[in-house]
């Protein structure tokens, strides 16, 4: 069995990465060609998952940007907010799961937003089942590997690159944009981060923290981790000196 689980991670690593043919220009990585297949909604679970006993399926994407400075997020980002994570939910389109979260806005430096607004945020990664696992890599077509019921209720946490995805009462900072090209959401207004998580800062007391994966030379990704006040003031001199050029 556990050979068998083993297998069908590889697989869709494989998938999700030597399929990969064009650049969404909202999160800069590359996606993978749509099968037009979707899984049903999974919603997430009252308490925190972290504890549980769960397999995870890391995946290794290119990235088409890599936001290695403020001045390059603040160049693509239609928001700039900090906010709360008020409740998060799961849920699989066209093979990659995503995480649905609603942010309230603590703190907005553009203006393209306002403070108290709830917005929907979308973030690559989440929990999925292992039957969907199984299906999106193929495995039933290619090994005769069949997904049984209690697949259909094992939950598998996919990542990227080890990124853990937010979760309700998470304190952020987010340089985001309004997304239409990926449509995860047809219908709904939402915004997802630059480079997936490469725009995604964690407010933790008054540091500023950045996911920063192994993976990664750090020559060329920078962790960007600084103190609190002090990035929002840099933030705020950026949008002054921006303003004056223009």
């Given at each position: 069995m556990k050979k068998s689980v083993s297998l069908i991670?590889?697989?869709l690593i494989s998938l999700l990465?030597?399929?990969?043919?064009?650049?969404?220009?909202?999160?800069?990585?590359?996606?993978?060609?749509?099968?037009?297949?979707?899984?049903?909604?999974?919603k997430a679970?009252?308490?925190?998952?972290?504890?549980?006993?769960?397999?995870?399926?890391?995946?290794?994407?290119?990235?088409?940007?890599v936001y290695d400075s403020l001045e390059k997020l603040m160049d693509k980002a239609e928001?700039?907010?900090e906010g709360n994570i008020m409740d998060t939910s799961y849920f699989d389109f066209n093979t990659v799961t995503y995480t649905k979260a609603h942010l309230k806005v603590t703190?907005?430096?553009?203006?393209?937003?306002?403070?108290?607004?709830?917005?929907?945020?979308?973030?690559?990664?989440?929990?999925?089942?292992?039957?969907?696992?199984?299906k999106y890599s193929g495995a039933s077509l290619k090994f005769g590997i069949k997904?049984?019921?209690?697949?259909?209720?094992?939950?598998?946490r996919f990542s990227l690159m080890g990124y853990q995805n937010v979760k309700p009462n998470d304190k952020i900072l987010i340089f985001g944009l309004q997304d239409y090209s990926l449509n995860v959401l047809p219908g709904e207004k939402y915004y997802v981060t630059l480079g997936a998580f490469q725009g995604k800062f964690n407010l933790n007391g008054n540091n500023v923290e950045r996911f920063t994966p192994k993976s990664l030379k750090t020559d060329k990704y920078l962790s960007l981790n600084k103190n609190k006040l002090?990035?929002?003031?840099?933030?705020?001199?950026?949008?002054?000196?921006?303003q004056k050029t223009n």
């Amino acid at each position: 069995m556990k050979k068998s689980v083993s297998l069908i991670c590889i697989l869709l690593i494989s998938l999700l990465i030597s399929s990969a043919c064009s650049s969404n220009k909202a999160t800069g990585i590359k996606s993978s060609n749509p099968s037009g297949e979707n899984a049903e909604d999974i919603k997430a679970p009252a308490e925190s998952t972290d504890g549980e006993n769960m397999e995870t399926v890391i995946s290794e994407p290119d990235f088409a940007v890599v936001y290695d400075s403020l001045e390059k997020l603040m160049d693509k980002a239609e928001i700039i907010v900090e906010g709360n994570i008020m409740d998060t939910s799961y849920f699989d389109f066209n093979t990659v799961t995503y995480t649905k979260a609603h942010l309230k806005v603590t703190k907005t430096f553009n203006n393209n937003v306002k403070e108290g607004d709830v917005i929907t945020l979308v973030e690559p990664g989440g929990i999925t089942t292992k039957a969907a696992i199984i299906k999106y890599s193929g495995a039933s077509l290619k090994f005769g590997i069949k997904p049984t019921e209690k697949d259909k209720n094992t939950k598998v946490r996919f990542s990227l690159m080890g990124y853990q995805n937010v979760k309700p009462n998470d304190k952020i900072l987010i340089f985001g944009l309004q997304d239409y090209s990926l449509n995860v959401l047809p219908g709904e207004k939402y915004y997802v981060t630059l480079g997936a998580f490469q725009g995604k800062f964690n407010l933790n007391g008054n540091n500023v923290e950045r996911f920063t994966p192994k993976s990664l030379k750090t020559d060329k990704y920078l962790s960007l981790n600084k103190n609190k006040l002090k990035i929002e003031q840099d933030i705020k001199n950026m949008i002054k000196s921006k303003q004056k050029t223009n």
